[in-house]
């Protein structure tokens, strides 16, 4: 069974809007991945937040990590029409076993 | 460095062929596993390894084997495919035994017909 719940499963914004998706989880985890997926392609590693972080940055990228829910989110600020792709939640758990979400597919329009 | 690299891209096979995916990586990363994707279903883990010699099951891993005798190779090894191995395969890599980012390939495009 999947590990993670995502949600929107799509999301269809404008340039320059902010784009937040979120990612729900049942069991304790190590650590939170984000990963974006262009179509066609393999995936590609955003940004890592462990179970003792709250909140980390990377460029335009904030990812928010809230323990006592079992949530994430990933915010998107300004976005881009090259942001456009899938973006998936990992959770890493005992045994070195990483856990993929569905996935949000994000559609930025010019 | 060329990452990891999946080959073939796309494989056509009939029910009951055997074959096998292979996977390199030249990043001397000691974690290698293996994705499928599907469609409205996200990634899910057939196998993975930790290290040279050591391989273990994922999510999904009947119909499938690995072995892992170099730190630079995870082949997969289809048994006897059937209809419901159509899927897209992803191996991917990491440094270290903790999976803290992982390197992905390009993926094959596999279809059991």
């Known amino acids: 069974s999947q590990q993670g719940e995502e949600d929107p499963q799509a999301l269809s914004i404008q340039e320059g809007e902010n784009a937040t998706m979120n990612c729900s989880y049942k069991?304790?985890?190590?650590?939170l991945q984000w990963y974006r997926q262009n179509s066609g392609r393999g995936l590609v590693h955003l940004i890592l937040i462990r179970s003792n972080e709250r909140e980390k940055h990377s460029g335009r990228l904030r990812v928010t990590l809230d323990t006592s829910k079992k949530s994430s989110s990933l915010l998107i600020t300004a976005s881009r029409a090259a942001d456009t792709a899938s973006y998936f939640c990992a959770k890493e758990t005992s045994g070195s076993r990483l856990t993929f979400g569905e996935g949000t597919q994000l559609t930025v329009n010019p | 460095n060329a990452g990891v690299t999946q080959t073939p891209k796309f494989q056509v096979l009939k029910t009951g062929q055997s074959m096998t995916l292979q996977c390199a990586q030249d990043m001397n990363h000691e974690y290698m596993s293996w994705y499928r994707q599907d469609p409205g279903m996200g990634l899910r883990l057939i196998h993975y390894?930790?290290?040279?010699?050591?391989?273990d099951q994922g999510e999904v891993p009947n119909g499938y084997n690995v072995s892992r005798s170099t730190t630079e190779d995870f082949p997969l090894r289809l048994l006897s495919a059937a209809p419901s191995q159509t899927s897209v395969y992803f191996c991917?890599?990491?440094?270290?035994?903790?999976?803290?980012?992982?390197?992905f390939g390009s993926g094959t495009q596999l279809s059991v017909l």
């Open positions: 069991t304790s985890i190590n650590n």
């Open positions: 390894s930790v290290g040279a010699g050591i391989t």
């Open positions: 991917a890599s990491s440094l270290g035994r903790a999976v803290e980012k992982l390197f």
